[in-house]
């Protein structure tokens, strides 16, 4: 019976780690079931939409992730918002990635059916109405665009103009100069652009670009998808090339991109020289 003593001890420690083992089994199998019962965490949901940002002399946009901008509304034009801020520079969003808009400033919009009003505005998902007459509202798809509608004529236009000179010394001696301007203004049923760009360099006086372009192109919305172009004008110069001056004149027309819709449309031009 002695010799049977560790035979029975061996049995009943193996037992009793198989019972152990079953148990912290059926434990951990409890408490995989518990957290699989527990409810997925909620989506952070965007702000509500009473909330908006204190009353002051910037535009704000909204984007439909939630965040807020605050800087400067230079148009909603063909379904493009285009956005000028201190930390994010100009901007160009599409117009249906924005939530919310509002204008600290006045502004000329533009409705489907013809008529523009002026004054501040407010604009959510569904609605756009006047800040200054709040009862003065329509649905948000009836809006065709918005540009600023300041008393002064300096409020209509927008640009970008740059300059520069690169002049070396030593055994090349060279000159590089190079200028750009390009100049909107804007009105809800018009857009007129003007580009200028010209360039020049020299070393050893002898010349080795000497080219400058300036173009003209009035755009008017007939419709929220079709505008005009009358007139296009272009004047080009490049002696270099054996291009004296060239002068081009047309009209054309575009179809204006729907929402959503990121591919260019190209312009029809129908020269007249």
């Known amino acids: 019976m002695r010799g049977t003593q560790p035979l029975f001890l061996i049995a009943a420690l193996g037992c009793a780690l198989i019972l152990t083992s079953l148990s ?13 019962a527990k409810p997925a965490k909620p989506i952070s949901a965007l702000p509500d939409l009473s909330w908006v940002p204190p009353d002051d002399d910037f535009d704000w946009i909204q984007l439909k992730s939630g965040e807020w901008l605050k800087g400067q509304l230079k148009a909603v034009q063909d379904h493009d918002l285009n956005f000028d801020s201190e930390e994010m520079d100009y901007q160009t969003i599409e117009w249906e990635k924005i939530r919310q808009l509002r204008t600290g400033r006045n502004v000329q919009i533009l409705l489907l059916d ?12 569904t609605e756009a109405w006047m800040l ?12 065709q665009s918005i540009t600023n509608g ?5 409020s209509y236009w927008s640009g970008d103009i740059s300059v520069g000179l690169t002049t070396r010394f030593g055994n090349v001696e060279q000159t590089d100069y190079n200028s750009y301007a390009h100049l909107q203004r804007r009105t809800p ?4 652009l003007l580009d200028y760009i010209a360039n020049y360099s020299a070393a050893r006086d002898e010349v080795n670009s000497n080219d400058w372009r300036v173009s003209v192109r009035l755009d008017t919305w007939l419709t929220q998808k079709l505008a005009l172009s ?18 081009t004149a047309g009209m054309g027309q ?5 929402a959503g819709d990121t591919t260019h449309h190209a312009l029809e031009n129908f020269p007249w020289i």
Do not use: C, H
């Not at 912290?24 to 699989?36: D, E, I, L, P």
């Not at 007459?133 to 809006?143: I, L, N």
């Not at 300041?150 to 300096?154: H, I, M, N, Q, V």
């Open 254 to 258: 575009f179809a204006s991109k729907s």
């Open 114 to 125: 013809g008529e523009v009003v002026t004054g501040r505005v407010m604009i959510t998902p």
């Open 132 to 143: 200054a007459d709040p009862g003065k509202k329509w649905p948000r798809d009836q809006v």
């Open 150 to 154: 300041g008393s002064k004529e300096r």
């Open 230 to 247: 009358l007139p296009a004008l272009e004047y080009f110069s490049d002696p270099i090339q054996n291009i004296g001056d060239r002068t």
């Open 189 to 192: 049923n018009n857009r007129l």
């Open 24 to 36: 912290a089994t059926a434990a951990s199998s409890s408490s995989n079931t518990t957290k699989a």
